[in-house]
């Protein structure tokens, strides 16, 4: 099973030691001299081409020593309210113009009715603006495990792509209607200002769509590998960012667990139980993801939701729902007042469940070491399974 494993994840390693040459050359200073190693690896490993196996260690090497290169020549960007426009990039130029176009259409839910508390979720769910949220709602949402669905995520593209799919033509016109979506999800994600886990959520449905063009595996742990790659040789700073890590470790947890859980019903009986798939499905992405995440909640925040499986089962149909008639109320006004009762609704069921006794454990600051030290227990964990059932699909 292992060899398994390492057959079918080679991006996974290579992304890994991308990650660990960006986390060494922190540490290190710029210097022409990394870029010459990498040169000199480069044309190592393919001498090396009778050789299999010293091959494939020298490869992993050269993501290494990249990783080193392009921390170390990484130049800090000027903030945006410095640069002059000429110094900024096309993408930027074109993520500022787009999110010109959200402030306005920030307005029009403001035209609409919407204020307050009710505002500044769909603000957040939407279109990414958390600029209104107050400190009672953003610590109503953390309690409970809700915070997730105030940051655009996989869960809000996965929905819009959807919606881009139900939306184009059919299966006649395939590469037409993907090549729609994936326009669609991008146009979104500068919309929004292009934050790590909308790019990463891009990314991945760029490249599922791509893949069903052939009828292809689609989701896997080398697709999200592959994104990682991208996404750390473009800005490799991400490797730093809180909203890179959660994602990353989230739909990491997500495409690894999930199968696991599945197995505790036979895919017959659930097709018998479609209220029961529904229920178990919902259940074990949110355990898995909970596991993925809840070491670095714990480590930069302090806390963990007790009641997160609870939560879920509420925001997730509540995200869906409102992500929907946001779009509809822009075009349909007096459909608002919908979408104000149900945000209402939501605020009102979290308000409740932060105040059931238990509902968050303060007080926890683990280290680098003992995060860590989790995470190796949590893959161990998932190794003695796969150990006990061969049989079971890897990612």
């Not at 060494?24 to 990498?38: D, K, P």
């Not at 890179?244 to 505790?264: E, K």
């Not at 993925?292 to 609870?310: D, E, H, K």
């Amino acid at each position: 099973m292992e060899g398994k494993i390492h057959e079918r994840m080679p991006l996974v390693r290579l992304a890994v030691c991308l990650m660990v040459g960006i986390v060494i050359g922190e540490q290190l200073t710029g210097s022409i001299m990394w870029l010459l190693v990498l040169a000199g690896m480069v044309g190592g490993t393919l001498l090396l081409w009778r050789y299999e196996y010293w091959q494939s260690i020298a490869i992993a090497l050269c993501f290494v020593m990249l990783g080193i290169v392009l921390i170390t020549r990484q130049p800090e960007p000027p903030p945006y309210g410095k640069a002059e426009a000429h110094q900024l990039s096309r993408v930027e130029r074109t993520r500022l113009r787009c999110l010109q176009w959200r402030q306005k259409l920030l307005a029009r839910y403001e035209a609409q009715g919407l204020e307050g508390e009710q505002y500044a979720v769909v603000a957040a769910m939407t279109l990414g603006d958390k600029s209104a949220l107050t400190k009672d709602v953003r610590e109503v949402y953390a309690v409970t495990g809700a915070a997730h669905v105030l940051a655009l995520s996989g869960l809000h593209l996965g929905i819009i792509y959807t919606l881009l799919s139900l939306l184009v033509v059919g299966r006649r016109w395939q590469m037409l209607s993907q090549l729609v979506c994936i326009l669609g999800i991008w146009a979104f994600a500068f919309l929004v200002g292009l934050s790590a886990s909308v790019v990463r959520s891009a990314i991945m449905l760029t490249v599922y769509a791509l893949l069903s063009l052939g009828h292809r595996d689609k989701m896997s742990l080398n697709t999200l590998a592959f994104t990682a790659i991208l996404m750390l040789v473009v800005n490799p700073r991400s490797l730093f960012d809180i909203g890179f890590q959660m994602s990353f470790m989230a739909v990491a947890s997500i495409l690894l667990w999930v199968p696991v859980f599945r197995c505790a019903f036979s895919d017959a009986y659930l097709m018998e139980h479609p209220l029961l798939k529904w229920v178990w499905s919902m259940a074990g992405v949110s355990l898995a993801a909970q596991l993925g995440v809840a070491p670095l909640i714990a480590f930069y925040f302090g806390r963990f939701s007790t009641y997160f499986l609870l939560t879920n089962f509420i925001v997730v149909p509540a995200a869906t729902l409102i992500l929907y008639l946001s779009l509809v109320v822009l075009f349909i006004p007096g459909l608002a007042y919908l979408l104000i009762y149900i945000v209402r609704q939501l605020n009102i069921c979290l308000a409740y469940i932060a105040t059931i006794p238990g509902a968050n454990i303060e007080g926890l600051h683990p280290t680098i070491t003992q995060t860590t030290m989790i995470y190796v227990i949590i893959v161990a964990v998932y190794l003695l399974v796969l150990r006990l059932r061969p049989s079971l699909h890897v990612a």
